[in-house]
């Protein structure tokens, strides 16, 4: 017997003894041994319509611990291997239903101008960066040093992955506020975006800005990305809809409305594109002595360091984006993009962390609770969240109510957005795969849900009451999360089994079901 077989009996023992070790497993197994599951006590009771009985279809009483496991639907793999993965499965059904179908959207979307956009957060100061295309490169060539004593360049090629990508060469001369307040900025300067957008188009053709919404609708999905500087970028998926079509259908825009046509107006905005935001400079910022000291001392910010008194930074009243600004066609005119690498580019995204460390998961609680996680973070992740924190007691800011964002440095929006009719939900997607285990059997067969005397489920014969309460969530005992830790390996090797490589087909498949 090796090791881990008596590690899992181990485990085992306390629900062996007691009986439960079966339906434990089961109930695992249907959470995919989720990390973290909501434990939940409740009833399902069903009422005949006619004749007013009443039958229970469902007591948690009858399972492990009375309580029933549900899964935490976390996004981040850091948190929750299997839910992020069932979270990525419809996040990638969501973007791709909006470029060729699928989900109650017509494959004819595939037809309508497309295109594939990255906007970027403007420079906040020197970085260590390396060139993500074309042959290695020398960080930054600049002779010199800045008004800190600190050299002005750095002659080294990073390798991908090196811890120093994203720092800053030197802490004074990065605008850490400015960068926090950009990114809290950063979905309202999206929205302005897309509203110059159609103000340009209206432009453009010579009619009036209701007149262009009236007849053209620009839907999108978008994906926020971390920088390792600490700035967020989204890349995102335009398409131009007929805007006169009833909700829930589709049809493509007039052919005045072209991919060129979007293609030329998107640029303008980014380029035009002011979003007013409080100026992190303004206020009277509680500097060195406090907060900073405090971290030097405790060494996250790993060497002597005392930040200027003298703010260098100049005003920022307005939020806008980076010169970085790339635009490319998806299939219809010429696109050089096929719907199935947007839409795994993008995928890709969806479930990482701010961090890969898992330190910044969750919101920070208070002062020593970020105290305690800033060690985990590089010296200049560290400043970030700090100054995050520091930013959210200033009253000038109070608005932005940053203390509840810092664990984001400041960003507060959805990692994954879209406009309203550009696909499908991920309600609908969670609804699918519930109405699926209802009809089907865990094999896959078909089946016909039956009511509690025994006909095939009708809404106007019964109607179903539920009555759910909230018990905590994790696992209760060692054993029981060392078992789930288990269970979602075993997941993860089913679905690695039906994974094709560089098919996500079988993924979308297995996620429908
Ligand atoms: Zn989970
Ligand atoms: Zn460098
Ligand atoms: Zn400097």
């Not at 029933?68 to 059904?93: F, K, M, T």
Request: proline share 7%; aromatic share 8%.
């Amino acid at each position: 017997m090796s090791v881990l077989d008596s590690d899992y009996f181990r485990s085992l023992a306390p629900r062996v003894a007691d009986g439960s070790a079966s339906a434990f497993l089961t109930q695992l197994d249907r959470v995919a041994g989720c990390t973290n599951p909501v434990r939940l006590t409740g009833r399902v009771d069903q009422i005949d319509t006619a004749s007013g009985e009443i039958r229970r279809t469902f007591d948690t009483t009858d399972l492990p611990d009375g309580v029933i496991l549900v899964p935490c639907g976390n996004r981040r793999a850091s948190v929750c291997p299997s839910c992020s993965y069932l979270y990525a499965g419809d996040a990638w059904q969501i973007v791709h239903a909006g470029m060729v179908g699928g989900a109650g959207v017509p494959e004819s979307v595939a037809t309508h101008p497309g295109l594939f956009v990255t906007v970027t957060a403007p420079s906040f100061g020197p970085v260590h960066s390396r060139a993500k295309h074309g042959p290695p490169q020398v960080c930054r060539r600049r002779r010199g040093r800045c008004p800190h004593g600190i050299a002005s360049g750095c002659w080294r090629v990073h390798a991908e992955g090196d811890p120093l990508l994203g720092q800053a060469l030197c802490p004074d001369c990065h605008d850490d506020a400015g960068l926090i307040v950009w990114n809290r900025t950063a979905g309202r300067l999206w929205k302005r975006t897309v509203d110059l957008a159609y103000r340009r188009m209206a432009h453009m053709e010579g009619i009036s800005e209701r007149q262009c919404r009236q007849a053209v609708r620009i839907s999108y999905v978008k994906v926020a990305e971390g920088q390792a500087r600490g700035a967020v970028h989204y890349h995102a998926l335009l398409r131009l809809d007929d805007a006169t079509t009833p909700d829930g259908t589709w049809a493509p825009p007039p052919a005045w409305a072209s991919g060129k046509l979007l293609a030329h107006c998107w640029r303008w905005a980014v380029t035009h594109a002011e979003q007013p935001c409080p100026d992190p400079h303004a206020a009277d910022l509680p500097t060195d002595a406090d907060a900073l000291s405090a971290l030097v001392d405790g060494g996250p910010l790993g060497e002597e360091h005392r930040p200027d008194p003298v703010d260098p930074f100049p005003a920022m009243t307005y939020a806008r984006w980076g010169e970085q600004c790339d635009t490319r066609h998806v299939r219809v005119e010429g696109g050089d993009l096929t719907p199935l690498a947007v839409g795994n580019y993008l995928a890709k995204y969806i479930t990482k962390s701010v961090v890969d460390s898992g330190a910044l998961d969750r919101r920070f609680r208070d002062t020593d609770d970020l105290h305690a996680r800033l060690p985990f973070l590089t010296p200049h992740h560290a400043r970030l969240a700090h100054a995050a924190w520091r930013l959210g007691r200033v009253p000038e800011l109070a608005d932005l109510n940053l203390r509840k964002w810092a664990h984001q440095f400041g960003f507060n929006g959805h990692w994954l957005s879209k406009s309203r009719r550009y696909s499908t939900t991920f309600t609908a997607r969670r609804t699918a795969r519930r109405v699926w285990a209802r009809t089907h059997t865990p094999t896959g067969g078909e089946r016909i849900p039956l009511d509690a005397w025994g006909r095939p489920e009708d809404d106007d014969q019964v109607v179903t009451v539920t009555d759910w309460r909230y018990q905590g969530s994790g696992y209760k005992t060692p054993s029981d999360t060392w078992l789930a830790l288990q269970a979602a390996d075993q997941a993860r090797s089913r679905r690695e089994a039906v994974r094709r490589p560089g098919s996500e087909s079988s993924m979308e498949r297995e996620c429908a079901a």
